[in-house]
């Protein structure tokens, strides 16, 4: 049988489509912000046997599916060395070490039967607000092993045969902070799991089992050969980038994530053995998120191949576990979004050395992990977590984008209303920040700057998880580095910076007190002697830039 193109065309839509119903499920459904707003989730069909992925929403959250490869494959490995797998099962985990990212994301992997017999998995992802640790909201900044950072689950079946296990309720439901929060996200999944399989079978219903699976073959192979095909265009050679993490949150000094990218005909190694050994602190990964971000840069250079497991065959990953991208338990990992962000940068840059005409600088490179945590009137526990906005970099075509999400996902920032409706605080600014973007030809986008106020007369604990306070996002081409991430914090009385420059633990801020984030802007491209007279009195005259600086 060989399909042809009309009906290939049909069936990519509507299996896409059923991941996206997945994903709108879960966001109309989730408690939490950082899900139903910022969309920090995913779903995705995946292999039957090796995990790998066949189909992948246009909604969800790119690293989830990445990584998500290798939450199946966690679980197929735990169904091949216990058995007992049937219709009705799901598991649930949110080991970083086998699923990868961090222990606020939770896996729910489900297998989809077909007359008996195993026909693929359905897999959901999403980040829950509290998993427990030292610090409300997990991301502890100064952790030293996983334990600090939340309880971690391993592989376990929540639902056996179509009946939910209450006992691994309880447990999730004991080791968070905002219990009710997770039981809303935790819903959500499974309604979307219960969705996207009721709509494969109906696919199946319609095409039958063998057209389907076909479709998958050549979805696969038509993403290999378009990546073979854009690798080919680049010339052959090794290209060396590397940038720079301000410190671990324990031991104040750089950390190094380098890369070693060598094009050969029409495959790919990336090796990054140069990188800095695994770290005290919580920025190590594991190699399944090592992979899963090096998934993310290449979508992003290589805009037209398919984004399935296909398009990593070409490539070859050497990731050894003696670095902090290859991380083992029970290294923390909780701010591993800091440097993923680094990894695709590095992509980028070795990239860049290719092909300077296609280069794009530096993005701001940091998602400024925020916590904010108090107790209401009623002894309630409120906890507060957020990401932030910075500039991306200027490339050949035009400047940085300002005030834009990071290169890691589709996750948005939730509204302002949103967040000061659900929680004690209010926004006291809320605005791009000038002078942020680097210098070029085309200039880097702008960060911004964002104040927030605690309203509560019981006060709120803050922490901070950054990064980019003492290494600036790069320019290219000549361009210049976009501003460096700033964070501080007023009682009203006196004022404080971090003295790790971008990570901080237990701030403890009256009613009153303010803390206030100026995010880094992007790099910039080309010398910046040539950029246009005009785009420098626009830039002026809109503000995104001072007349020092013009």
């Not at 005290?280 to 191949?305: E, M, Q, W």
Request: some cysteine; charged content about 20%; proline content about 6%.
């Amino acid at each position: 049988m060989s399909l042809d193109p009309v009906t290939l065309a049909v069936l990519k839509g509507r299996l896409e489509q059923i991941a996206d119903e997945m994903d709108a499920t879960l966001y109309r459904s989730a408690f939490n912000p950082i899900i139903a707003e910022a969309r920090d989730a995913c779903h995705g069909l995946y292999h039957r046997e090796t995990g790998d992925t066949l189909v992948q929403g246009t909604k969800g959250l790119p690293i989830f599916v990445g990584a998500m490869a290798f939450a199946v494959k966690a679980v197929i490995e735990k169904v091949k060395a216990q058995g007992g797998l049937k219709p009705g099962d799901t598991f649930i985990f949110n080991d970083p070490y086998a699923g990868g990212t961090h222990l606020n994301d939770f896996r729910l992997v489900r297998p989809v039967f077909r007359d008996g017999a195993l026909f693929c998995w359905l897999a959901s992802a999403g980040h829950w607000l509290d998993v427990g640790g030292n610090v409300p909201g997990g991301y502890n900044p100064v952790a030293t092993e996983s334990f600090q950072e939340g309880v971690l689950i391993p592989v376990v079946k929540l639902i056996a045969g179509g009946e939910t296990r209450q006992d691994v309720l309880d447990i999730l439901a004991a080791n968070s902070r905002l219990p009710n929060s997770n039981w809303g996200d935790l819903n959500g999944q499974l309604n979307a799991l219960d969705l996207g399989e009721k709509r494969l079978q109906a696919l199946l219903g319609d095409y039958g089992q063998a057209v389907i699976e076909e479709a998958f073959d050549a979805f696969s192979a038509r993403a290999e050969a378009l990546m073979r095909e854009a690798i080919a265009a680049l010339p052959d050679g090794t290209y060396a980038f590397e940038d720079y993490l301000d410190n671990d949150g324990i031991v104040d000094e750089r950390l190094t994530v380098a890369l070693d990218l060598t094009i050969s005909g029409e495959t790919m190694v990336l090796d990054f053995s140069r990188s800095s050994p695994p770290c005290a602190g919580p920025i190590n990964i594991s190699t399944p998120t090592t992979i899963a971000a090096c998934y993310v840069a290449l979508k992003h250079v290589f805009t037209d191949v398919p984004a399935n497991a296909g398009c990593l065959k070409p490539i070859t990953f050497v990731v050894p576990d003696t670095t902090l991208l290859g991380a083992k338990a029970p290294k923390p990992m909780a701010g591993y979004t800091e440097t993923i962000l680094r990894l695709i940068g590095v992509v980028f840059g070795a990239l860049a050395k290719a092909v300077p005409e296609r280069a794009t600088a530096g993005p701001f490179g940091t998602i400024n992990a925020l916590s904010m945590a108090g107790h209401r009137a009623n002894g309630s526990r409120w906890v507060m977590f957020n990401f932030f906005g910075g500039g991306l970099g200027g490339n050949p075509e035009s400047d940085g984008l300002n005030h834009a999400n990071n290169p890691i996902s589709t996750a948005t920032m939730p509204p302002v209303e949103i967040l000061e409706a659900a929680y004690p605080v209010m926004f006291t600014q809320w605005a791009l920040r000038p002078d942020s973007g680097g210098e070029g030809a085309h200039r880097g986008g702008l960060g911004a700057i964002y104040e927030i106020e605690v309203l509560d007369d019981r006060g709120a604990e803050v922490f901070l998880l950054g990064e980019r306070g003492r290494y600036a996002p790069f320019g290219v081409n000549g361009g210049g580095a976009g501003a460096l991430n700033r964070f501080s914090w007023t009682d009203g009385k006196t004022t404080g910076t971090p003295p790790m420059a971008s990570k901080v633990t237990g701030v403890k801020l009256p009613q009153g007190g303010r803390v206030r984030l100026e995010t880094p802007g992007g790099g910039g491209f080309g010398d910046p002697a040539s950029r246009d007279p005009a785009a420098r009195e626009r830039d002026l005259r809109l503000g995104y830039v001072t007349g020092a600086k013009a």
